[in-house]
C-alpha cells in the first residue's frame, strides 16, 4: 500500500533552515508528481509546492517564492522540501501528498515550528 513518510521537522529560530524529507513506497514513485502542503493552526490546509515525475516544480506558493524549494530523488523515492529565511508565519505542520490511481494519499505530517 502507499505510504508516505515525513522528517525533518522541528524547532528553528526567525531566518533559519530546515529541509523536508518525505519517503514513498507502494507505489512506482517516478512515474507520479508529489506535493508539499501544510496547515497552520486554525487554518485551512494549502498547496505548497508540486513536482511532476520530470523534477519540473509548479504551484509554489506565493508566500515561500525565492525561499522554498522543492526537488525529487527518484532513486529514493524521496521528495525534499528546502526550507530557507524561515518566518514565525511559517509555522505549520507540512503534509507530503500524491495521488495514485485516483486516490489522494497523504503522510501524517511534520511540524515546523518557527520561534525565538
Known amino acids: 500500500q502507499v505510504q508516505l513518510v515525513e522528517s525533518g521537522g522541528g524547532l528553528v529560530q526567525p531566518g533559519g533552515s530546515l529541509r523536508l524529507s518525505c519517503a514513498a513506497s507502494?507505489?512506482?514513485?517516478?512515474?507520479?508528481?508529489m506535493n508539499w502542503y501544510r496547515q497552520a493552526p486554525g487554518k485551512e490546509r494549502v498547496l505548497v509546492a508540486g513536482?511532476?515525475?520530470?523534477?519540473?516544480?509548479?504551484n509554489v506558493a506565493d508566500s515561500v517564492k525565492g525561499r522554498f524549494t522543492i526537488s525529487r530523488d527518484n532513486a529514493k523515492s524521496t521528495v525534499y522540501l528546502q526550507m530557507n529565511s524561515l518566518k514565525p508565519e511559517d509555522t505549520a505542520v507540512y503534509y507530503c501528498?500524491?495521488?495514485?490511481?485516483?486516490?489522494?494519499?497523504w503522510g501524517k505530517g511534520a511540524l515546523v515550528t518557527v520561534s525565538s
Open positions: 513536482i511532476f515525475s520530470t523534477g519540473g516544480t509548479t
Open positions: 501528498n500524491t495521488w495514485v490511481g485516483g486516490v489522494d494519499y
Open positions: 507502494g507505489f512506482t514513485f517516478s512515474r507520479y508528481r
